[in-house]
């Protein structure tokens, strides 16, 4: 059963790290109450925060050997963003995704830039396997309560999709539209507009969403994704 690593660089504040974390629970959490309380079966992948991580022993930029050498391999000095797509493909290449198959989720305090689409993101995945999420934008809201809810709803968010929800064909259209984290959101003001709609509905996630997550769990436990 894969479990879900959680990283991070040393720039986020220590808050939002701890809210990175509790989403991911609650997440989780949520798609397990779709599951039958007598007579489940099922587990929950382990929830594995390594944040900030250096390998034990490993010597300073050695290959795969921190946090910070993936994010030095795909930071550019030039624009000063993180090349969002280059650090993905250092995850998925990495030695231990092979040994260890895993979900990974990392948010990271620099500016994110889609090679691709060449423009700043708030996030970008990799479906099914990783996502590598960036509080940047979110800082021109003010600390507080408000900026809170917009950061659960990006770890929600890009949790969902290194989980590979919404399941291709399940359901049309293939995006989700309902108030739900899976909703997509394009700028700031966006962002904002979604989390203030879905305030009145308390879970992270629609019925269908939680629905297909709880499926992906599934499949995780046995060993099928
Ligand atoms: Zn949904």
């Known amino acids: 059963m894969r479990f879900i690593s959680l990283t991070w660089t040393d720039g986020l504040p220590q ?5 990175v974390v509790r989403t991911v629970h609650e997440a989780i ?10 007579g489940n079966i099922i587990e929950v992948p382990e929830i594995k925060p390594f944040g900030y991580w250096v390998l034990q022993g490993a010597e300073p930029d050695q290959v795969y050997g921190s946090m910070e050498w993936y994010i030095n391999k795909s930071f550019d000095q030039e624009s000063q963003q993180l090349l969002g797509r280059r650090y993905l493909q250092l995850v998925l290449d990495e030695p231990w995704q092979h040994q260890t198959p895993h979900y990974d989720l990392a948010a990271v305090h620099q500016p994110l830039f889609d090679e691709v689409d060449q423009h700043g993101v708030f996030g970008l995945a990799v479906r099914g396997r990783a996502a590598v999420l960036s509080v940047y ?3 021109a809201l003010d600390e507080g309560p408000r900026r809170y809810r917009v950061l659960r709803r990006l770890v929600a968010h890009y949790l969902g999709q290194v989980m590979g929800i919404p399941i291709p064909g399940w359901r049309e259209p293939a995006q989700c539209l309902s108030p739900c984290a899976m909703r997509p959101a394009n700028s700031l003001a966006e ?35």
Not at 29 to 37: E, I, S, T
Not at 198 to 223: I, K, M, P, W
């Open 15 to 19: 808050t939002e790290a701890i809210l």
């Open 29 to 38: 959490l949520q798609a397990r109450q779709q599951w039958p309380v007598r």
């Open 137 to 139: 934008p979110l800082h």
């Open 191 to 225: 962002w904002v507009e979604r989390v203030e709609e879905e305030t009145r509905v308390r879970a992270l996630y629609c019925r269908d969403c939680q629905r297909e997550l709880s499926a992906r769990l599934a499949s995780n436990h046995f060993g099928i994704n």
